[in-house]
């Protein structure tokens, strides 16, 4: 009895998961409500024995880390673009060569290379920059909009804006010009036109008494 039970038990199992299958039950849920997409097989779907589950669930298949990763990049947030920390007025020992700053060497200085750099001339040292241990996943060190503020944008719209706003006035005031010039020849080819017929008409008339 109890192996025939069993039986039972396992071909009400096996029509239960056809019947999800094509769409006809519906879906086994989670412990958090989530639906299990019944196309997943069976030995992703169950738990190993060291783990309490009641039933069908893929907590297992998920990052326990995640949460931990997720505080401590919150925690770690992105570097102050362009920080500075220390303003030295001379030369230190163990500085780039080029610009004097202690937070990198010579061969990593970015700024333009000095026809004689910091070390000899011991002016125009630059300021340190702000080192920060930023953590990334490997989502984040291949992410190539990590860091971007879109505020940044703003200016470039600023700048479209001001430069659109000169366009429409040039334009304008180059339209109210070709319109006074084309009136006044207008009026000038008028004027024109008007004495010459007034010339026209009075030598008529003088041949007229003649």
Same mark, same amino acid.
């Given at each position: ?28 849920v989670d412990e958090d ?48 673009? &362009?920080? !500075?920390?220390? @303003? %030295?007025? #001379? ?9 004097? +700053?202690?937070?990198?060497k010579t061969r990593d ?55 659109? &706003?000169? !366009?429409?006035? @040039? %334009?304008? #005031? ?9 009136? +006044? ?23 007229g008494d003649k």
């Open positions: 009895m109890a192996s025939s039970s069993k039986r039972d038990e396992y071909r009400r199992a096996m029509e239960l998961e056809e019947a999800r299958k094509a769409g006809m039950a519906p879906a086994a409500g989530k639906e299990i997409n019944p196309h997943i097989p069976q030995f992703m779907t169950s738990a190993p024995w060291y783990m309490t589950s009641d039933g069908p669930t893929l907590k297992h298949q998920r990052n326990w880390n995640q949460e931990k990763q997720d505080k401590e990049r919150k925690a770690s947030g992105w570097y102050d673009r &362009g920080a !500075k920390t220390f @303003q %030295a007025t #001379k030369y230190r020992k163990g500085a780039c060569q080029n610009c004097g +700053a202690m937070t990198h200085c970015v700024e333009r290379p000095r026809a004689k750099g910091a070390r000899w001339t011991n002016k125009n040292i630059a300021a340190d920059e702000k080192v920060q241990n930023v953590k990334l996943g490997f989502e984040g060190k291949r992410d190539r909009w990590n860091g971007y503020d879109s505020r940044d944008y703003a200016k470039v719209q600023q700048r479209f804006e001001k430069i659109e &706003g000169l !366009k429409q006035e @040039q %334009a304008k #005031k180059k339209e109210l010009e070709e319109r006074f010039s084309k009136k +006044a020849s207008d009026e000038a080819a008028a004027a024109d036109k008007g004495g010459h017929g007034g010339a026209a008409a009075s030598a008529a008339g003088e041949d």
